[in-house]
């Protein structure tokens, strides 16, 4: 998604073309769906590179010959199984009834499947595809049924049965549910809880689900000759603009654009869907702020531009800021058709900030902000287990810049007050000598000046006028261009006192930091890792919460997330001692390289995963910044 294409095609094809494609078995996925628990053993199964067991009569009998023997026997049908349409691989059985259920993939040749090659010659293309796919693959299981768990007459009842797609949500993202390679083999993931009673094997019903039920899935939601071809091409069409319009953001001088039209409210806090169109007010640019843009498939567009600098938006309560702002961190993603976000982009390196009092923070030279600490605390390696509303802020700004953010966006919904402004009676009150901190509002021009953008919710204090290059006002959900009367109060008023507060120093470069141990970090010690929920990750004996991460969309990054942190510990714990040390940044790059090298498939293994979607580098970060048993030092 970010445009690196370099060299895709022929990885994909040293990944998937050449070597067969064996998977051994490794973690599961828990009921309904994927999780990273229960790491299994494995059979070495694995499709081509395998060799085929036989026929789909030949998987069959072997699961009707299983009918009523010990659960466990389901493991002996693992590996690939030839089918009129396609090849089923069950990689890895589960090992229980309760357990994690059994994951599996079907590969469907390219001159089967018949997807055009325009839908998947290039990069942004193919994902698009792929998500297409997995919808529809998704939804052919769904309306069958056929991904609710059958669950009767306790214990001894029958047992299991659901298969499980990994669904996205509003946003295309590159997944590994289906996979497309260079010669357009496509292959789906999905898990099937293999059925039982008690713990005896239902091989009947088995062989209903994966001989007789599977095969009219994948004829449905596979084949392009089944598929809507307007709709999947729309699709890609849209995706592929949507990306366009982001990339062609920094020769706009842009950092981010919000199309005429789009109807930017969800449908309620707890849900990502768009607002009833009649009910919401469609966003119009201001004539002063409209930019327009060439889209390789929807033609010319007309938006508002958000430019390079800052970029302030102000109104009063409930009229519409903070959705703006949403709209905008959201911006880094692709959208499905119909979203009401498909004309919103913003440049991949935004990163939303916030206040998080109780985090911890290591190693971060949050001296940029605060300084003084109380008990003269080190704050250019500033380490604590529970950060304040202010610190935790400073710390969350200086990690993104590490990592290389671009634009910060900030809500006045979640900053820590007085991280943002200290106005003239609290300045008398309290001396600079007693408080630490420099306000953002102090720094945001020497940010601006060094090429970091900032996008400021603002709707309580006019102190940032004065520091604004552009004042965006939400006034019952219309946007006003106000940057000339804003200019002219400042000027009026005169200038917020916090920026006598020694800031206008360069901000200069921010220090990077080098992991130096993780715990546990022996080769031989095993690290479980769990996903239940978006944002939040059990690490070992850790919860590592994430909530706090508004960009992190989905639970399948968090799982990618997940998935990274057990290869970051390899990789930390393996520097560690030796010559070369790699820094933070560093070793998101790497990990970003392998994953445009091989895909998410890097992430794991030897398992072919199909419930992770890309996480993007900043949430990475983040979660090993939040990690307590990361050790960093400053390089
Ligand atoms: P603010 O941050 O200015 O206080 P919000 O952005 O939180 O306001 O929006 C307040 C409410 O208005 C939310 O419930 C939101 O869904 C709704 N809303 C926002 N934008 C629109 C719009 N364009 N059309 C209709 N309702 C909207
Ligand atoms: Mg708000």
Redesign the pocket.
Known sequence: MSGRGRGRGRFYKELYGGRGRGGRGGRGGDQGGYTDEDPGPSNGAGGAAKGVQGSVQDLQRALREREGRPYPAYHDVEGAWSFPEFLFVLDRAQSDPYAAPSRCRVQVAAEMAGLPAALWGTRVRRIATCDFLTRAFGAAIASAGADARAQAGGWHGEKGGEMTVDMPGQHVLERTSVVINDQGTVEARFTVALPARGRSILGQWAAQILCQNLPRYVHAGLLHASLDAHALAAHVACVQDTQALRDALPGLGLIAFVGDGA????R??ASDAP?PAK?????ASPESLAVKVELPNAGRVRGMGVRAGVTL?V????????????ALQAGVYNKVLGDGRERVATIASAVKVRAEDGRRVEACDISPFISNLPMGRNTHAFRTDDASGSTSQAAGIQEALELGAAALLL???TCATNFMIRDARMQALVAKDKEPITPFIARIRALAAQCTSAVI?M?GSGDYFGVADTVVC?DS??ARDVTAEAHAIDARFGPSPALDDGGGAPYGAVRQRVPVSILPGGPNERVKVHVRQVGLITYGEQQLDLSALAQLAEVSQTRAIAEALLLLRQWISGCNGSAQRWTLAQLLDRLDGAMDEQGLDALTPGVKHGGLARPRRFDIGAALNRLRSLHMEQS
């Open positions: 109807i930017l409210p969800r309620s806090g607002m009910e919401a007010v469609p966003f938006i109104g009063g309560g409930f009229h519409g800021k903070s959705t703006l702002l949403d809500d006045e919904d919710v709707g939400m959900f219309r």
